[in-house]
């Protein structure tokens, strides 16, 4: 007597988007919580168990409220860190002696 197992398809992916591929069809990874859920006995149950559980939605909490790393860090093409780059470079321009540089400074 063997019975059908539930693989993980491309409509429960589409159904569940927080879950990818795990280790084998008949498993699925939570990408919020990083661990597998076995869906080959219970199919979608066992994916809305898993979606009910405290832990999952204390994750989701927690990235939700996390800060974004653009935050902090500004991306390369924002102006100030152009004009940041500019500053730096006339400073090295006119430090360093004309004995080594014999051009004109193009900003002065
Ligand atoms: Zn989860």
Same mark, same amino acid.
């Given at each position: 007597?063997? /019975?059908?197992?539930?693989? *993980? ?5 589409? /159904? ?6 795990? &280790?084998?069809?008949?498993?699925? $990874? ?18 809305? &168990?898993?979606?009910? /559980?405290?832990?999952?939605? $204390? ?12 935050? *902090? ?8 860190? /152009? ?26």
């Amino acid at each position: 007597m063997s /019975k059908r197992k539930c693989k *993980f398809t491309e409509v429960l992916r589409a /159904k569940y988007p927080c879950f990818t591929s795990g &280790r084998d069809d008949f498993d699925a $990874k939570c990408s919020i919580c990083d661990c597998h859920v076995d869906v080959g006995n219970k199919c979608t149950i066992a994916l809305e &168990r898993h979606v009910a /559980k405290e832990k999952h939605k $204390k994750n989701i909490r927690a990235a939700g409220s996390a800060s974004k790393v653009t935050n *902090f860090f500004q991306p390369s093409t924002s102006l100030t860190l /152009k004009n940041a780059h500019a500053a730096e470079g006339t400073l090295a321009f006119h430090t360093t002696p004309e004995t080594m540089v014999r051009i004109n400074c193009f900003l002065c």
